[in-house]
């Protein structure tokens, strides 16, 4: 954790909704020249937007999508605009574990170092509850929590190295960025983590249709900030810096699931361009002053955030990692 920042204080509920004006922009990325960055989810919204900054600024950019033509369209895009060609496409399914499995040997085939990982890639079924991942989990837990779990860890190796200076010769502090949601706070299930809604298939049915999707949401952007503070506190020490986030109420594809009359008032109360949206990922993943915020939770725009009192529970983020061992330990 920080040692040389003061600890942060809380936003307000008001503020996290309607922020103020942001103190640090997209304008402020650095030169970021021999860096290798993943970033998942990356062909639509805030990955996209990322993607192009980061391209923009003389980054390597693997850009992870489900859909290999709608990747290679942004690629396109974002090589049309910036006049640069550094980014790749990475087939990623995050709701198949197998497929993480072979998206993270792909990029191992084809790079020795990763300076940062992006877990960014989401899905929201809200009111709904969704289907299954591949496997059979609650595809909103299997997306966005267990699968970024996976190719985080498949990965570790990669960035471990590239800390130590293996292939550079230079040591360095690496970052992973969790892009969560104030939903780890406001809609996750009263308890935190309700187990049993974790079973795979129709065992976890009943809980699952009683939670609902907006709780289940919730309980996985939950789960991405409770598995980046253990990242946090088993890594730190080796060089990996991992932040989660709140990027904001940004309009982007992730409301793609649900009831367009809800989407269109949600996006008339509370939403934000994707320009805005991007700049708490970016912050997190390129700024000099993120280095010192090992563990931390922010929100928008790159604001310094306590999160739920659940997210800060070590031993409800303990067990939900073991459990992500459990789970992935046959792929």
Known sequence: MSTKLPPPVRVGSWSEKWPPKPTWTAENVPDLTGKIFLCTGGSAGIGKETCRVLVARNAKVYLASRSEDKAQAAIDDICKTTGKTDIYFLRLDLADLASVRKAAEEYISKEQELHVLINNGGLLYAPGIGPLTAQGYDVQFGVNTLGHYFLTMLLMPTLLRTAKGEVS??????????????????TAPKQGIVWESLQKGDAALPVRKKLTGTRLYGQSKLGMVLISSELARKYGEQGIVAISLHPGGVKSELLRNVNPIIAWIVEKIRLYPVSLGIITSLYAATAEAALEMNGEYLTCWARRQIPSKHAQNRDIAARLWKWCEEQTSDF
């Open 169 to 186: 010769g230079t040591p360095c502090r690496v970052r992973v960025v969790s892009v969560s949601s104030d939903a780890h706070e406001l």
